[in-house]
């Protein structure tokens, strides 16, 4: 029986593979290498020592599913692929709903259609929109989402939902992601962005390296401690360790279950370049910019279901995030490309 991890050479996907294979389980990576490279797959059986199976299929693909499906024993699917740069969701929202919702809706009837009715699914924070307060908890009501991004987060919820309500026999965990940043120890595998970061973290760690100047701070008149944006950043090997928890869950029974992955804690954008520069010993120049619309000033988790339901919480601090963010960027200046 075996783990099928759609998405699984991506940043968070190449983690969970990790702690996957660490926990004994088979496990099978499809990816398009979209926004990925197969050399992170390489690194995957490198740091555990084991081999797995790899595909490199798009979701989309419904007789490349099927194939898969055919030729494997799948008793469950971790669902990370997808589309995640929110600007080019704007500029280009067809693509999202295409990829994203299009894309999940094809691997659950392939899912359906070969008797495997087990997932769990990468949704984000972003679901929770602008009006609720942090700390946010799961029986919110989900906000307005401010681009399609998040929009297909949102609608991919509501599908697997009604997928649930239609079908008792499926089990399904909505995960819903925080901040994630960090990298595996061994500085083998960690997040490889296309271009110049959006995020926060890999913008910060190509300034300490100097591929960019500095770093813009986009805003200091939000309604926080310092006027910087706050947000609620979890180490990603923690959030790989989530996702056993889950599969877990879904593999020991049915239903549909949401949960914030989080550490509780939020942190503003100069606490985590103060805690970056004393973690490394790296000055990190920066500037304040104007705000970057459609952000948000304060986003941090309630993460106590998680802990209560999952038997999950986070254990990495901030200082370990940013060594670890570090350590991968400084081992590999060019990312994956060698
Ligand atoms: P990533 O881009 O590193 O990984 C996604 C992987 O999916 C990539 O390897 C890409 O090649 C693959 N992919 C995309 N479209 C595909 C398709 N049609 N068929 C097959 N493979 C496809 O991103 P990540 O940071 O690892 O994020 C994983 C998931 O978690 C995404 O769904 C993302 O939206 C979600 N998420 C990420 C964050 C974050 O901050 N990184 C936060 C919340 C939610
Ligand atoms: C962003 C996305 C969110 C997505 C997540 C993971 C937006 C509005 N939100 O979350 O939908 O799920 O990434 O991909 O894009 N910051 C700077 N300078 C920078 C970059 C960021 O000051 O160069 C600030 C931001 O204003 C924010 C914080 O750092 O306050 C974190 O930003 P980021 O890492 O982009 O994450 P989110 O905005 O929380």
Redesign the pocket.
């Not at 759609?6 to 983690?15: A, C, L, P, R």
């Given at each position: 029986m075996s783990i099928l991890v759609?998405?699984?050479?991506?940043?968070?996907?190449?983690?969970t593979c990790v702690e996957l294979l660490n926990s004994g389980y088979d496990t099978i990576i499809?990816?398009?290498?979209?926004?990925?490279k197969s050399e992170?797959v390489k690194r995957i059986k490198e740091i555990t020592g084991k081999d797995v199976k790899f595909y490199e299929?798009?979701?989309?693909?419904r007789e490349g599913l099927d194939k898969i499906f055919a030729e494997n024993s799948i008793e469950a699917v971790i669902?990370?692929?997808?589309?995640?740069c929110v600007p080019e969701s704007i500029s280009d929202p067809l693509s999202y709903y295409d990829?994203?919702i299009g894309?999940t809706v094809t691997l659950c009837q392939a899912m359906a259609a070969a008797g495997c009715k087990k997932i769990v699914?990468?949704?984000?924070?972003?679901v929770y929109g602008s009006e609720n307060p942090s700390p946010l908890k799961e029986d919110m009501p989900e906000g307005k989402t401010t681009n399609p991004?998040g929009t297909?987060?949102l609608y991919i919820e509501r599908v697997l939902k009604d997928l649930y309500a239609s079908d008792n026999e499926w089990s399904v965990c909505l995960l819903?992601?925080?901040?994630?940043?960090g990298a595996h120890k061994s500085g083998r595998i960690g997040?490889?962005?296309n271009g110049i970061p959006n995020?926060l973290v890999p913008y910060i760690t190509q300034v300490a390296i100097g591929k960019l100047d500095h770093l813009n701070v986009n805003g200091n008149d939000y309604p926080t401690p310092d006027g910087t944006g706050v947000r609620d950043y979890i180490h990603?090997v923690d959030l790989a360790l989530g996702h056993i928890k889950a599969v877990e869950k879904v593999l020991g029974e049915t239903g549909c279950n949401t949960y914030n992955l989080g550490t509780g804690t939020g942190y503003s954008v100069l606490d985590v370049v103060n805690a970056f520069e004393k973690a490394n010993n790296i000055k990190i120049k920066y500037e304040i910019a104007p705000r970057r619309p459609g952000d948000i000033a304060t986003c941090y988790s309630d993460p106590s279901k998680a802990k209560e339901e999952l038997g999950w919480v986070a254990t990495r601090d901030l200082t370990e995030m940013c060594e670890d963010s570090w350590r991968w960027q400084s081992n590999n200046p060019r990312g994956y490309e060698e």
């Open positions: 759609t998405g699984g050479s991506g940043f968070i996907g190449s983690h499809l990816d398009n290498l979209c926004n990925s992170s299929c798009d979701i989309r693909d669902h990370f692929a997808g589309l995640k990829n994203n894309g699914f990468s949704s984000s924070a972003t991004y297909t987060k819903r992601y925080f901040n994630p940043i997040e490889d962005p995020n990603v």
